[in-house]
């Protein structure tokens, strides 16, 4: 299963990003959301006010602190390995 992460860091990529997550929800992907705390804020105030994972609620993962700690772990392993 492929993984693609998608990232949402203000107000003008909301609208886009919920439409790739609608549409990504279609195909055989693990999906990963990672938004900035700006464009979560953002959604809330001037969105519909829904939350993230009221969007997608099954399909994807939401923890973006615990997603980069893995993205910076495996990058740390690589490095490791480097050396």
């Known amino acids: 299963m492929d993984r693609i992460v998608v990232g949402i860091t203000g107000a003008s990529?909301?609208?886009?990003?919920?439409?790739?997550?609608?549409?990504?929800?279609?195909?055989?992907?693990?999906?990963?959301?990672?938004?900035s705390d700006s464009a979560s804020l953002v959604n809330k105030h001037e969105g519909d006010g829904r939350s993230w994972k009221e969007y997608f609620p099954?399909?994807?993962?939401?923890?973006?602190?615990?997603?980069?700690?893995q993205v910076y772990l495996q990058a740390l392993s690589k490095l490791k390995q480097w050396q």
Do not use: N
């Open 13 to 35: 990529g909301i609208p886009y990003g919920i439409r790739l997550l609608e549409i990504l929800k279609e195909f055989d992907v693990e999906i990963h959301l990672t938004c």
């Open 58 to 69: 099954s399909r994807c993962s939401y923890d973006s602190k615990k997603f980069w700690e």
